[in-house]
């Protein structure tokens, strides 16, 4: 195992030959420096494990090399030698970056505690060395994880893409009506979970979306996307900024479109005037609520459903899957439903 290389500064030539044969004999190589110039040179010229410093010095005292070390980049630790009445040096020597302070004594003592001292300093900084090189480690794993994350989130937009288009082309070459309406339905439901990714592509934080900046893209394609023949219903949007997990946002971007879509189909028969409104709005702790509103005919969800009942069960099941339910509000005429999902679990 090499000795630790030590580089002792002191004007005091005897002490600083009694420093270097007493360490030399407990395992230290040990240089010396008789002045705060000569030592910081020294220092700049080769590298050592550990720095000791005496306070008096003529020309520049200790705290003033300190200075001078501690500006170096991956500069040694360093140990502050002061005398019995200096207190308030070492105080000020810990303070601007000494690893620790000695207090000269006389006799072999004094290089008994020198020994402990540097051997605790020197544990120390390697610690400390192995700490940053943990923390430089895992920001580049972090790094890579997030390009990783990244490029998944990418992968899976560009794949819905392609599910879409394969969707579309099905619908276009279909003569069933039907078929071709329960065939848009499946493309906005891959629509809403395909935004999300989207959003997550081009975000700095991969674990969460700003729900409303999304719902307001979500609902401009939801415009787009009423038929012609329901053209006189017009489509709102009231927001408040949320943020939520991605998986948050797929559900409630679900929901959105099954609640947006049934009120088009169902609400307004005939072509009839009408306006659907999503409001969401942030509540306590993190939580919020989603609104879906409309001045139709209203629905009677205790009912036979209207259509298949598909969209009334996925809504169903997702809001379980956020442990909550869909709450029916009484107003004068249409319908009106709210979901209210709690806030994450406080971590005090």
Known sequence: MTAPRI????????????????????????????????????????AFDLVAIDHYMPGKSGLQLLDEIVALPDHPPVVFVTGNDDTAVAVKAIHAGALDFVVKI??????????????????????????????????VANERLELLVREVHHRVSNSLQMVLGFVSMQGSQSPDPAVRAALDEIQNRIKAISKVHQRLYTREDLSSIDLDAYLTNLVDDLRDSIPNHSANIRLELQTEPVTVPPDTG????????????????????????????????????????LTVTDNGQGIDRAGSPTGTGMGTRIVDAIARSLHTALEAIDQASGTALRLTVAGPPSSS
């Open 7 to 46: 580089l002792y500064v002191d004007d005091d030539d005897g002490l600083r030959r009694l420093t270097q044969r007493a360490l030399g004999r407990r395992g230290f190589e040990v240089e010396v420096a008789d002045s705060a110039d000569a030592g910081l040179a020294r220092l700049k010229e080769s």
């Open 250 to 289: 797929v559900s409630i971007g679900v929901i959105v479109n099954e609640l947006v879509s049934n009120a088009v189909k169902y609400a307004f028969p005939d072509g009839a005037e009408g306006v659907i409104a999503v409001r969401l709005e942030a509540q306590d702790k993190g939580g919020f609520s």
């Open 106 to 139: 006389v006799g072999e003592s004094f290089f008994d505690v020198l020994d402990s001292r540097f051997r605790q300093a020197l544990s120390r900084a390697e610690l400390e060395r192995a700490k940053r090189q943990a923390e430089a480690d895992l920001i």
